[in-house]
Protein backbone atom coordinates (compact mmCIF):
# COMPACT_ATOMS: atom_id res chain seq x y z
CA UNK A 1 0.00 0.00 0.00
CA UNK A 2 1.70 3.29 -1.20
CA UNK A 3 0.82 6.24 1.03
CA UNK A 4 0.46 10.02 0.26
CA UNK A 5 2.99 12.00 1.17
CA UNK A 6 3.17 14.76 3.92
CA UNK A 7 2.57 18.11 2.93
CA UNK A 8 2.68 21.53 4.93
CA UNK A 9 -1.11 21.56 4.49
CA UNK A 10 -1.53 18.35 5.73
CA UNK A 11 0.76 19.23 8.69
CA UNK A 12 -1.49 22.10 9.43
CA UNK A 13 -4.66 20.64 9.84
CA UNK A 14 -3.21 18.04 11.61
CA UNK A 15 -2.17 20.09 14.25
CA UNK A 16 -5.35 22.35 14.01
CA UNK A 17 -7.28 19.11 15.03
CA UNK A 18 -4.96 18.19 17.92
CA UNK A 19 -4.72 21.43 18.70
CA UNK A 20 -8.85 21.56 18.99
CA UNK A 21 -8.27 18.19 20.91
CA UNK A 22 -6.71 18.87 23.12
CA UNK A 23 -7.99 22.12 24.44
CA UNK A 24 -11.86 20.31 24.68
CA UNK A 25 -10.12 18.23 26.92
CA UNK A 26 -8.64 20.26 28.98
CA UNK A 27 -11.62 22.08 29.58
CA UNK A 28 -14.30 18.64 29.91
CA UNK A 29 -16.02 19.83 26.59
CA UNK A 30 -16.70 17.87 23.41
CA UNK A 31 -14.08 18.92 20.32
CA UNK A 32 -17.54 19.84 18.41
CA UNK A 33 -18.24 22.16 21.03
CA UNK A 34 -14.97 23.76 21.37
CA UNK A 35 -14.29 24.12 17.55
CA UNK A 36 -17.41 26.16 17.92
CA UNK A 37 -16.41 28.12 20.30
CA UNK A 38 -13.01 28.48 18.76
CA UNK A 39 -14.98 29.50 15.34
CA UNK A 40 -17.36 31.89 16.95
CA UNK A 41 -13.91 34.21 18.04
CA UNK A 42 -12.09 33.72 15.27
CA UNK A 43 -9.42 31.73 17.28
CA UNK A 44 -8.87 28.61 14.97
CA UNK A 45 -7.53 30.76 12.06
CA UNK A 46 -5.75 33.83 14.18
CA UNK A 47 -4.48 31.78 16.66
CA UNK A 48 -3.90 28.07 16.12
CA UNK A 49 -3.58 28.46 12.35
CA UNK A 50 -1.11 32.07 12.12
CA UNK A 51 1.03 30.64 14.95
CA UNK A 52 1.54 27.13 13.57
CA UNK A 53 5.07 28.13 13.01
CA UNK A 54 5.72 28.67 16.85
CA UNK A 55 2.97 26.20 18.50
CA UNK A 56 3.86 23.08 16.94
CA UNK A 57 7.26 23.62 18.57
CA UNK A 58 5.32 23.39 22.02
CA UNK A 59 4.25 19.95 23.71
CA UNK A 60 0.49 19.14 23.46
CA UNK A 61 -0.19 20.20 27.06
CA UNK A 62 1.42 23.62 26.42
CA UNK A 63 -0.57 24.38 23.22
CA UNK A 64 -3.86 23.34 25.22
CA UNK A 65 -2.96 25.69 27.78
CA UNK A 66 -2.34 28.43 25.30
CA UNK A 67 -5.39 27.99 23.29
CA UNK A 68 -7.86 27.47 26.11
CA UNK A 69 -6.40 30.67 27.89
CA UNK A 70 -6.75 32.48 24.44
CA UNK A 71 -10.65 31.19 24.71
CA UNK A 72 -11.13 32.25 28.24
CA UNK A 73 -10.07 35.98 27.19
CA UNK A 74 -11.42 36.27 23.98
CA UNK A 75 -15.25 35.31 24.88
CA UNK A 76 -14.88 37.38 28.27
CA UNK A 77 -13.84 40.32 25.81
CA UNK A 78 -17.07 39.83 23.95
CA UNK A 79 -19.46 40.03 27.05
Not at 16 to 44: C, F, H, W, Y
Request: glycine share 4%.
Amino acid sequence: MEMTPRTPEFDRLAFTVLAIEASAQKMNISPSEMRRRLDKVGLIKSLIQECYDTLHTESREAVANDVVEALKNWEGGAV
